[in-house]
């Protein structure tokens, strides 16, 4: 997370990340992009694209650090199922 805030920061964009990362943990109610879109000066289209784009990063920084971890890179497809599992629970 720290790391994908910093991608933000580096474009001037946290104010940004900071709105748009309620959304990695779950899915949008009705009407909340609109709410959000509002606040930062973007169409909800805009919002929505860019949650998009931001849970593609998130799961890459993921996925990176998860390989960082492991002894081959055979075993990070394991690894990730691992810790899904885990966190589901």
């Not at 959000?36 to 849970?55: D, E, Q, Y």
């Amino acid at each position: 997370m720290t790391r994908l805030r910093e991608e933000f920061e580096t474009t001037g964009k946290s104010q940004t990340f900071d709105q748009l990362k309620l959304f990695l943990q779950g899915e949008a109610s009705a009407g909340d992009y609109a709410a959000m879109a509002a606040g930062l000066g973007m169409s909800a289209n805009a919002i929505a694209v860019s949650v998009h784009r931001l849970r593609q990063r998130y799961r890459q920084l993921v996925r990176l650090e998860v390989a960082n971890t492991v002894g081959s890179p055979d075993e990070v497809d394991d690894e990730m199922r691992h810790l899904f599992s885990v966190l589901a629970q």
